[in-house]
């Protein structure tokens, strides 16, 4: 029983492995050159106001999910196009569909002004 883990332990292992020896290469091959500008904190190309733990604005989070939902609705595109000839009128048609609800989503968000930032 315990065999059919094997393949999920060594995979572990090697994944493990190889992060290890990664990040020891990278630490002791790297140049280490400090300096004040490379240790700053960097927050949007402006020297940060308070401390780099602060709590970001809610239209931060906001905006970066709407950028992942669109982005991810978009790649179901690429296959679709790919095999567009075979699936025939009713893959177009349904697609179609797709993109008018990505459509209503997307007026629906600027109009509820989701998408500005001030």
Known sequence: MLENYFPILL??????????VAMSVGYFL????????????????????????????????????????FDLEIAFLFPWAVVLKEIGLFGYVAMLIFLGILVVGFVYEWMKGALEWE
Do not use: N, Q, T, W
């Not at 995979?11 to 290890?20: E, M, N, P």
């Open 11 to 20: 995979f572990i292992v090697v994944g493990l492995g190889i992060g290890v």
């Open 30 to 69: 790297a140049p280490h050159r400090p300096d004040s500008e490379k240790l700053s904190p960097y927050e949007c190309g402006f020297e940060a106001f308070e401390d780099a733990r602060m709590k970001f604005d809610v239209r931060y989070y906001l905006v970066a999910i709407l950028f992942i939902l």
